[in-house]
């Protein structure tokens, strides 16, 4: 596509489940980002993907938390047993991976924990 | 303290009013976004500078790595300008990893 894709655009979780976000980034871009963005907080950083690369996982704020990219294209975010803090807009992002490319955001995925 | 400060934090204007929003930094940096956020909408990048200035249409994007300061400038602002404006900044290295300022909520009323 021409853009970053994610999906769903929206969950509705349990607490204690499993969930589990795509990211399709844009054709060519190797550097792939995911971002949080919880209510009334500025965004963080969770973790990047750049090429073969082991990815920077200095952002995932717990072991709850794991990502991984495959065939460096697509990338999953997982949350298991989630928590109500949980609940945020999780954005992704890519771009050519060059250290000054320029980032291109999905639509994020708004992830509710009931 | 946040390492990207933006100011202000809300800003109210009137259509074809001329805005700015700043955002000063503590770290050094290799490049610097200026971000907007539609309601209940993705992200958008409008700039990446890391000197200079750059112009997008209406708007306008300065920094001033000296003093660790960024500007944006909305000429004749209309209502469709309405929207979070985020700066953040990239603090180099090997990764890429963008720290970002808590945004300016703009509104413009017709």
């Known amino acids: 596509g021409a853009g970053v894709s994610q999906s769903p655009s929206n969950k509705v979780t349990e607490k204690g489940k499993d969930v589990e976000l795509r990211c399709d980034p844009i054709?060519?871009?190797?550097?792939l980002y995911w971002y949080r963005q919880s209510l009334g907080q500025g965004l963080e950083f969770l973790i990047y993907f750049q090429g073969n690369s082991a990815p920077d996982k200095s952002g995932l704020p717990s072991d709850r938390f794991s990502a991984e990219r495959t065939g460096g294209s697509v990338s999953t975010l997982t949350i298991q047993r989630t928590q109500q803090e949980d609940s945020a807009v999780y954005l992704c992002a890519s771009s050519l991976g060059q250290a000054k490319g320029e980032a291109f955001f999905g639509q994020g995925t708004r992830l509710t924990v009931v | 303290k946040n390492e990207v400060e933006q100011s202000p934090q809300n800003l109210t204007a009137q259509e074809g009013e001329f805005i700015t929003i700043n955002c000063s930094y503590s770290v050094g940096i290799s490049a610097l976004h200026w971000l907007q956020q539609h309601p209940g909408g993705g992200i958008v990048s409008l700039f990446m500078l890391s000197s200079g200035k750059k112009k997008h249409g209406r708007l306008i994007a300065t920094i001033n790595i000296q003093e660790k300061h960024s500007s944006l400038h909305i000429t004749a602002s209309h209502p469709r300008d309405s929207a979070v404006y985020i700066c953040?900044?990239?603090?180099?290295?090997?990764?890429?990893?963008?720290?970002f300022g808590k945004g300016t909520l703009l509104t413009v009323n017709p």
């Open positions: 054709s060519g871009h190797t550097a």
């Open positions: 953040a900044v990239n603090s180099g290295g090997s990764n890429y990893k963008l720290t």
